[in-house]
């Protein structure tokens, strides 16, 4: 077993995530184009890296059984020739499986993503005033500017499986992609502050990817004082009944790992096909703050804030 089965705890999904602005003199369309083609450079080096890996499983199993058969050889008798066929497919299937047992079961590289600009001054139908305001403090504590001609704020998200894959994340960007080659050196160039954090997967009720989303409402919130295990158990009770309400989107909770990175510790994130949709998700999430308890508390208080998917 993996050391993950030995902890009796599941490989977790985590999501990289990089909120960046780009600089006055780079149009909002061009810097999406200029993202769309770092992903797809950093997806294709992630297949390959996925190709290596499997390669490498093969070429090992076929050694390994090569000189288990040497080793067994000056002990046995020389079999009968149609044996050697059986011998052959026992020892491989036998290293198959203690590889399978001891290797944890996951995609190595990236496993999806996607990239989003925040609508910061979206109508207030959607996104009550005094939310959208505290989105625009959001922003500004960081560091980002926020003014009339100069808005425009986006996220990536990168999802991988276990910690390890952030080493091979950083190994595509750093070395196979380049830091200023290419699509990744184009994106730097063009983009004024970048600011990082890192989220375990909590909860989920749909796609995480967001499959077919063209739109993303965003509350990140913090806990308390309570115990996390109370804290998740009232937390998730609240999720479905709000899920229960809301049909057609995708819903996952996202807590920082370890403290990594800025911004509150839980991120709600609820994807959308169409802005209709969303106007109904955050009506009802409206609803859900009006009402008593340390959730209603935890999502009234947090930053609400609005993502068109590009």
């Known amino acids: 077993m993996s050391i993950y089965e030995l902890l009796s705890f599941d490989i977790p999904i985590l999501a990289y995530s990089v909120l960046h602005q780009p600089r006055k003199s780079v149009t909002a369309k061009e810097y999406a184009k200029s993202l769309l083609e770092f ?14 890996w499997k390669n490498y499983l093969a070429e090992l199993t076929a050694k390994t059984e090569q000189t288990t058969r040497g080793n067994l050889s000056q002990f046995l008798s020389t079999p009968i020739q149609s044996d050697t066929g059986d011998i052959q497919n026992i020892i491989s299937d036998q290293i198959a499986q203690t590889a399978d047992q001891l290797l944890p079961k996951i995609q190595y590289g990236i496993r999806d993503g996607y990239d989003g600009r925040f ?27 926020i003014g009339r001609n100069n808005s425009s704020v ?3 998200l990168y999802f991988i499986q276990g910690g390890f894959n952030l080493d091979i994340l950083e190994h595509l960007v750093r ?18 502050i970048f600011a990082c954090s890192v ?38 009770i609240t999720l479905k009944k709000f899920r229960y309400e809301v049909h057609d989107l995708n819903l996952s909770l996202w807590k920082k790992k370890l403290g990594l990175g800025i911004g509150e510790e839980y991120i709600l994130r609820v994807g959308t096909k ?6 109904t998700a955050i ?26 998917i590009v």
């Open 39 to 52: 992903r797809t450079e950093l997806t294709i080096e992630s297949g390959k890296i996925q190709t290596i």
């Open 199 to 236: 989220y375990n997967l909590l909860f989920l009720d749909g796609f995480f990817e967001h499959t077919g989303d063209h739109f993303e409402l965003q509350v990140r919130f913090v806990k308390g004082k309570e115990s996390y295990e109370l804290y998740h158990h009232d937390l998730f």
């Open 119 to 145: 609508l910061i001054d979206a109508p207030q139908e959607e996104i009550p005033k005094a939310r959208a305001i505290g989105g625009r403090f959001f922003f500004q504590n960081i560091g980002f500017k």
């Open 283 to 308: 009506s009802v999430l409206q609803k859900i703050i009006k009402g008593k308890g340390v959730i209603a508390g935890s999502l009234g208080t947090g930053t609400w804030l609005m993502k068109e």
């Open 154 to 156: 986006f996220e990536s």
């Open 175 to 192: 070395n196979r992609i380049g830091i200023y080659n290419s699509s990744h050196g184009t994106k730097i160039s063009q983009s004024n």
């Open 274 to 279: 169409d802005r209709t949709n969303l106007r």
